[in-house]
């Protein structure tokens, strides 16, 4: 019985519109509009290793939660799709805190760029972290991989039905005017992924099932995309996108 | 950018029906009968980092192609799939010389077993050499892991129609009374399994491809399954399972 260590090598890293945790959609493609590339890393940056792989519209990515700290699994998680209160037993779960901090998404594979040396797959729907080592990458065969007859307990859909994610999200005249002149510079769908990400509602759980108040103070939440920072509130009208700024400067 | 190694400790083991290489199917679930135990190991046997699973109807483990020697990838994979003739770049096929060792299934969960303080995850559906040690095991998730617009290039059928796995698979009448007996002492389904394993015609392509001559003197095959030898030759009538042997012993 083997019970020695197994020692990975990344062969590529992640460059992902997410730059922190919170935010990142619960599973890989509730986003489409979340978009990475992965950068083969040397040995492995070779155009043979990926020859066929074009073929294929989506791809798995076997990739390390890097920015978890080692050891520090639990047997017992709270999934936030139970609103934080029920336990379930790790490998019950995607939790982040596993006895080995690997992690597995299906992600869509728009293209394969060749730079000189640098090979590049393009990806959506995409759940990284930005700087997620990868260690390995697979085509997805849906012979194999779709089972139609799976069941299935706690996680029977995709969102919680009773949290606010219904309300609408607003965005200011600003907001917009900003996510239009971006998407013509960059090409990057920034309403879109605004959108998709603030729809699954990233806040804890317990403050996700309170109910906004008229009299309240807005309460302001903010992210990271690519190279902005998203500042949005909640209101009884929805949620309210006020502010985008380049990380580092300030010009909205 | 991370380029550290990373460590994984095997969180479980495998106890699988296939004792070699040759015969295991090329993907889970194509032998439903082929089943294997996987037994946590200590500090994960614990009954709580299970709670929660037996909701799910499958699972994905993630193992340890442990009989691969570590760095002996190579770029481009010829895949018995395509006839062993076309090479396809290492990452566009599920190969087991990669450059980290991982493994992927998904499989069936029949049961979870709690013996003293062994735990132990009854599956089916394997694809798994006996004594692979196991690196994470998470809930297939129907919403996330189909992916029902999913197109692909050369893995369009999972066997080659061209290959003689159309030929009948014939039992002898000592290997019939065999299985009968060997079924109704262990509860395994040594015909189906025989059946499903055969089906896939584990020889190598350039055996597959050849016709069966009426003159040749037949060409022994052998795997093994359980604690059993079985053999097998082709014949212009079919697949013959003419012989099956205790490991070790003598008494079909």
Not at 184 to 204: E, F, M
Not at 224 to 229: F, I, R
Request: some cysteine; charged content about 20%; hydrophobic content about 35%.
């Amino acid at each position: 019985m083997s019970i020695t260590p197994i020692y990975l090598k990344p062969i590529g890293i992640i460059h992902s519109c997410f730059k922190q945790k919170f935010g990142i959609p619960r599973q890989s493609r509730l986003a489409p509009a979340a978009t990475a590339e992965l950068v083969l890393l040397p040995p492995y940056n070779r155009a043979e290793a990926v020859k066929g792989l074009e073929q294929f519209s989506h791809i798995w990515i076997s990739f390390i939660f890097h920015q978890i700290q080692g050891d520090d699994w639990l047997p017992t998680i709270r999934p936030p799709r139970l609103g934080g209160k029920q336990r379930l037993g790790v490998f019950a779960t995607r939790s982040t805190h596993r006895p080995n901090p690997l992690g597995l998404s299906a992600v869509k594979l728009e293209e394969i760029c060749f730079q000189g040396s640098e090979i590049c797959l393009k990806l959506s729907g995409v759940d990284f972290l930005d700087k997620t080592p990868v260690v390995d990458i697979k085509p997805y065969l849906p012979y194999a991989d779709i089972i139609t007859d799976a069941t299935y307990g706690y996680a029977d859909q995709p969102f919680d039905d009773q949290s606010p994610h219904k309300l609408p999200i607003l965005f200011t005249a600003d907001v917009q005017q900003f996510c239009t002149n971006y998407q013509a510079q960059t090409g990057r769908a920034l309403a879109q992924l605004i959108q998709q990400t603030l729809t699954q509602d990233p806040r804890p759980a317990y403050l996700r099932n309170k109910p906004v108040s008229k009299n309240e103070q807005p309460r302001y939440h903010g992210i990271s995309l690519w190279d902005l920072n998203i500042r949005w509130y909640y209101s009884t009208a929805g949620i309210v996108v006020d502010d985008i700024q380049f990380i580092n400067t300030n010009n909205v």
